[in-house]
């Protein structure tokens, strides 16, 4: 199976900084894409950033310019940088990871979507 770790949340004032990391590990062939999501109480649950394997970023409108994308490809880790943070913003935030599995030693026709059990990230004064 697939797991991902993810770390990083908390509290944090309007206009501070955190930074969200998160590590997948277990039988990976391959990963294609990674990336955040979020979900406000009562809401459903948005597309934040992502970046594929090749490093081509997307974000959400309302995080452009304040959030930044990055990845490790070689330890499967994705990190999210998270400034000038807003009220707004206050959410859980989901890893995401499409997946390629090693199964039996071959890997899987197709990537599948894996989540994190999602890290909390308040903004409040």
């Known amino acids: 199976q697939v797991q991902l770790v993810e770390s990083g949340g908390g509290l944090v004032q309007p206009g501070g900084s955190l930074r969200l990391s998160c590590a997948a590990s277990?039988?990976?062939?391959?990963?294609?894409?990674m990336g955040w999501y979020r979900q406000a109480p009562g809401k459903q649950r948005d597309m934040v950033a992502t970046i594929t394997s090749r490093g081509t970023q997307n974000y959400a409108d309302s995080v452009k310019g304040r959030f930044t994308i990055s990845s490790d490809n070689a330890n499967n880790t994705v990190y999210l940088q998270m400034n000038s943070l807003k009220l707004e913003d206050t959410a859980i935030y989901y890893c995401?990871?499409?997946?390629?599995?090693?199964?039996?030693?071959?890997?899987?026709?197709?990537?599948?979507?894996?989540w994190g059990q999602g890290t909390q990230v308040t903004v409040s004064s």
């Open positions: 995401y990871a499409a997946v390629r599995r090693r199964v039996d030693g071959n890997p899987t026709d197709f990537p599948s979507p894996y």
């Open positions: 277990g039988s990976i062939f391959s990963i294609s894409v």
